[in-house]
């Protein structure tokens, strides 16, 4: 199946800097999404990106599928930022696959 | 709006006990349902999907089971728990376009399993 690799796996910053996650995948995709999981579980979709670029605030990520890789970008990181980022990808007929993801912890 | 409830939060079950967790989700006909299982410290993993009443769609043989007794209705089951089975479990549903591979996927807010 898919593989999806996510770097790096940890991430520390502090409060101000920006940051750049990135998501490899091994095969063509038509569905890419990013999501934050807070410290508390709940998973909150970023974008919903197959292919392009996107912004939502201090977020913004862009999808080359043509050479199968993702970027999130976070500006201006804020704690509120600390958790989890996942990437997942699917195929055509396929559920999500989610990648094992990038801890981001921001410090004041 | 759209608005998905999955209970109980957290869930401490002996080995070889039974297992029922619910999701529901209100706002939306004819959705996509995904069971997901995060092990601690790891990414998701995906148990179950349905696109339709009675459609399950399993992606890992195991210990677990799951039903759709109506459409906005999803159960994640188990005769009898394995020490294995821990694990924060997530329920999400997506529109529904016939297949599982569409837009955007929203989750619950899980639940914790403790299998002692």
């Known amino acids: 199946g898919i593989q999806v690799e996510q770097s790096p796996p940890d991430l520390i910053l502090q409060e101000g800097a920006n940051s750049t996650l990135r998501c490899n995948f091994s095969?063509?995709?038509?569905?890419l999404q990013w999501f934050h999981q807070n410290p508390w579980g709940q998973l909150i979709n970023l974008f919903y990106?197959?292919?392009g670029t996107k912004q939502n605030g201090r977020l913004s990520a862009t999808t080359v599928a043509t050479e199968r890789y993702s970027l999130l970008y976070i500006s201006s990181s804020q704690t509120t930022d600390s958790g989890v980022y996942f990437c997942?990808?699917?195929?055509?007929?396929?559920?999500?696959?989610f990648g094992k993801g990038t801890t981001l912890s921001v410090s004041s | 709006s759209q608005t998905i409830h999955q209970w109980p939060a957290t869930l401490v079950q002996p080995v070889g006990s039974p297992l029922s967790l619910e999701c529901t989700v209100e706002?939306?006909?004819?959705?996509?349902l995904y069971w997901y299982r995060q092990a601690a410290g790891r990414g998701l993993q995906l148990l179950f999907y349905?696109?339709?009443?009675?459609?399950i769609s399993s992606e890992v043989p195991q210990n677990l089971s799951a039903s759709r007794p109506q459409d906005r209705q999803f159960i994640l089951s188990s005769k009898k728990l394995l020490l294995s089975d821990s694990g924060f479990y997530l329920c999400?549903?997506?529109?529904?376009?016939?297949?599982?591979?569409?837009?955007?996927?929203?989750f619950g807010s899980g639940t914790q399993l403790s299998v002692l």
């Open positions: 990106i197959p292919s």
């Open positions: 997942a990808v699917a195929q055509a007929g396929t559920a999500l696959i």
């Open positions: 999400a549903w997506s529109v529904w376009r016939g297949r599982p591979d569409n837009e955007k996927l929203f």
């Open positions: 095969d063509s995709v038509n569905n």
């Open positions: 349905s696109v339709g009443i009675g459609q």
């Open positions: 706002g939306t006909s004819n959705p996509n």
